[in-house]
């Protein structure tokens, strides 16, 4: 594995307007260190604590993203320094969220994670939840989160075309209500289907094998 080679080629695919968080879920700091080196700053793990201890070992400049499903007992150890949360899926985990970063006097960037998949397996919020969560009275009153986007998991399937309605179905949602919440961001796409993420109106990919290789 080449990952710096990689995160090249990679980049030069990508369309200006889209942000690239390189994935690194199980990757050793010295892999992590590789894109480091070639000039990358925004990384994503899954899970709080390996994000912490490798946020505590690497140097400062990192953006890091929480990519994965959050429990509410482990909002704490991210909330000095997680730029952004993209699996947000209830009012009690921002509830959390929004306490921790007050405690750390932080407003803390969070993406809504709506559910698009086919596939029960995936996390996230129904279309009409998210809407309703945005102009509920208990979200207004938090000071210390700011929604700036969706975020969204197409199924896991060769179909191209059940892949490009998930993704496309939830850019018609981020256009109607972009504006009005003022949300910048629409996180989809992986290394395998980033592609078409893209395609349809992806302007952050979350891609990790396809720079770092295959997860043992
Ligand atoms: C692991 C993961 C990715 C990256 O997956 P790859 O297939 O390795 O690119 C993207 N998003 C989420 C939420 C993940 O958990």
Not at 72 to 80: D, F, G, L, Q, T
Not at 145 to 166: H, R, W
Request: net charge neutral.
């Amino acid at each position: 594995m080449n990952i710096s080679e990689n995160l090249k080629e990679l980049k030069k695919e990508l369309p200006d307007n889209v942000s690239l968080v390189a994935v690194t879920k199980t990757k050793p700091i010295g892999d992590i260190m590789e894109a480091y080196n070639a000039g990358h700053r925004v990384f994503g793990e899954n899970k709080v604590q390996e994000m912490e201890s490798k946020w505590q070992e690497m140097p400062k400049d990192i953006e890091w993203h929480m990519i994965g499903h959050v429990q509410r007992n482990k909002v704490k150890y991210m909330a000095p320094f997680v730029s952004l949360i993209h699996a947000v899926d209830s009012l009690r985990l921002l509830r959390e969220i929004n306490k921790e970063a007050r405690k750390n006097d932080r407003v803390i960037n969070c993406l809504l994670q709506i559910k698009i998949a086919e596939e029960d397996s995936k996390f996230g919020m129904d279309k009409t939840e998210a809407l309703q969560l945005l102009d509920s009275n208990d979200f207004k009153k938090f000071e210390n989160i700011k929604i700036i986007g969706l975020m969204g998991m197409a199924t896991f399937t060769d179909d191209e075309k059940q892949v490009s309605n998930e993704f496309r179905s939830l850019k018609t949602l981020f256009d109607s209500i972009k504006e009005k919440h003022n949300m910048p961001v629409l996180s989809m796409g992986m290394s395998g289907d980033y592609k078409l993420a893209i395609k349809n109106g992806s302007n952050m990919v979350r891609v990790g094998s396809a720079i770092f290789g295959e997860r043992g």
